[in-house]
């Protein structure tokens, strides 16, 4: 058997990270399993996202279990599988959330986790000339930057923001989150900016860090409440191996909960239905699950050129390829949305309940560009009180997991969501938008009673990909890990990534994985004698 200091699961978003961090001193032999492949061509391009959101050679392709209260729908829930994980396919756009997220996870007992705690980890991964210096990092590995791209579409939304009082927002990572701003993404001269490039890319000059791909972990090592190693998968071959020190499992909010439960951490009622013996009763793993979930509408729009559906098509895509070949610019250097809106629904909020994506072209199921011009807003509330769950559908570790998302079972969720397209449509209904201004499509005018609108969203509705809590930080009956992310009753092993969140940020959440991934590090240094 193999031996290692540390032994992290997943090299994605946070674990890829942690491995950089554990091993960028020399001191500590470090191995890292990912279960997907090095890389895919595309991952470089921005726009290489909607191609590669269910490619199967770089995603899990998961799929939420029906759901009757949306029309027995199976929702989509792509997770990267690959180096940088879903750094390595997801839409870029860079948002840290709320202070408000942070604060609210140390109030519920997790020390260390406040804003002022967590904002030197931010600082310490950004490298961006944007925003003000006390809350914006200068030196970090991820290079963040401002999407540069202009249009009369874009000038026409701020200006129907400010008649709406919302007000141009110069860095919604900075001071506030409120109004409506460029986005930020992770992206430096056209390339994406994944953890796999920022962070894996300079770490494997480390002679202490051993990297493999297509390795599957199987389950969890232990000797009594000690976690030992891990056994996975390579090729045709079962293979174990042994942490002297800790195993760090970072395989995300789908994959970490169903790692433990093979391995008989969980729900004894969970683990006895499939035949795993209880090593360690944990009722709350595969629990508390919340993702955003995110309508998107559809305008027609007038006037030629302002928008990507008529500047990249047929030949203008070839004349966009070629501005990327040779500038790094132009439609194939964009994040998702190069827009951002976050807005309150209620003037008695404190902080904003709403985040709006606009994006500058509209597109058909099979993300496909229409031929006619227009553009698309994903909305979504950014704090949903509905939970689901993600639990083992068999022993096989090959078998994916179930999954219940439970949307639009809060009222405040269904009241959030119909207030949130009530005010989209408000927005594009200002003045400034006549000119360009055409018919909304998607859900259309005939949709109007509250009663309509949820029943539009639930049959046609996605998820904005974000899942986390399935693993939650904390102390109370359902907390899997303490706030240092060590699990609860079992020695040498935590968790550190998505699943660790108590409750979902404000926003986009791959900023806040990277961030839990330099506080896990930062911990575990810390812990280490």
């Known amino acids: 058997m193999h031996d290692y200091d540390f032994i992290i699961i997943g090299a994605g978003s946070s674990g890829g990270v942690i491995a950089n961090r554990l091993s960028e001193n020399g001191r500590h032999k470090v191995l890292l399993l990912e279960a997907g492949k090095s890389d895919h061509w595309l991952t470089r391009i921005p726009i290489g996202a909607a191609k590669l959101i269910d490619h199967r050679s770089a995603n899990w392709n998961f799929s939420a279990d029906a759901d009757e209260e949306l029309f027995g729908r199976r929702l989509a829930v ?30 519920l007992g997790n020390r260390g986790w406040s804003y002022a705690d967590v904002l030197p980890m931010f600082r310490r991964m950004e490298c961006t000339a944007h925003g003000g210096e006390q809350w914006r990092g200068r030196n970090g590995p991820l290079r963040v930057s401002e999407v540069d791209d202009r249009s009369p579409l874009y000038d026409a939304l701020f200006a129907a923001g400010a008649e709406l009082g919302v007000l141009t927002n110069p860095d919604y990572n900075g001071e506030t989150q409120e109004g409506i701003g460029r986005a930020q993404a992770t992206i430096h001269r056209g390339r994406r900016m994944s953890v796999a490039h920022c962070y894996l ?22 000797k009594d409440r000690q976690c030992t190693g ?3 998968r390579s090729g045709d071959s079962v293979i174990e191996v042994q942490a002297n020190r800790e195993v760090i499992c970072s395989a995300g909010a789908i994959n970490s909960p169903t790692l433990l439960e093979l391995s008989g951490l969980g729900s004894p009622t969970i683990l006895q239905q499939h035949g795993i013996e209880v090593r360690h009763a944990l009722v709350g793993v595969g629990e508390n699950l919340q993702d955003h979930f995110a309508p998107r509408m559809g305008w027609g729009l007038n006037g030629k050129r302002v928008s990507y559906n008529d500047r990249a098509r047929g030949i203008g895509l070839l004349w966009q390829a070629a501005r990327y070949a040779l500038r790094g610019d132009g439609f194939l250097s964009l994040p998702v949305a190069p827009l951002l809106g976050f807005i309150k629904t209620r003037a008695e909020l404190a902080t904003p309940d709403v985040q709006i994506h606009f994006l500058p072209y509209s597109y058909t199921a099979d993300r496909q560009l229409h031929v006619r011009p227009g553009m698309t807003t994903i909305v979504n509330q950014l704090r949903p009180q509905s939970r689901g769950s993600v639990h083992l559908r068999s022993t096989d570790s090959r078998d994916a997991p179930q ?60 998820t904005a990909f974000h899942p986390v809590g399935t693993c939650a930080m904390g102390k109370d009956p359902l907390a899997v890990v303490d706030e240092r992310l060590r699990v609860h009753g079992i020695n040498g092993l935590r968790i550190a990534d998505a699943s660790i969140m108590p409750t979902i940020v404000s926003g986009n959440t791959n900023a806040a994985c990277m961030m839990i991934g330099e506080k896990a590090a930062e911990l575990i240094l810390a812990d280490t004698k």
Do not use: C, M
């Open 78 to 107: 792509p997770r990267g599988r690959l180096l940088g994980g879903s750094s390595s396919i997801n839409g870029l756009v860079f948002v840290r959330g709320q202070a408000f997220d942070y604060d609210h996870w140390a109030a």
């Open 201 to 222: 890319k300079p770490a494997r000059a480390h002679q202490n860090l051993h990297i493999i791909v297509q390795a599957t972990v199987l389950s969890l090592l232990f």
């Open 230 to 232: 891990v056994r996975y």
């Open 403 to 462: 999954i219940q998302f439970n949307f639009l079972r809060d009222p405040l969720d269904q009241r959030t969501t119909v207030d949130a397209i009530r005010f989209t449509r408000q927005f594009f209904a200002a003045s400034a938008l006549s000119e360009l201004r055409g018919v909304e499509f998607k859900p259309g005018p005939s949709v109007n009673t509250d009663e309509d609108i949820l029943d539009w969203v639930r049959r046609t509705a996605e």
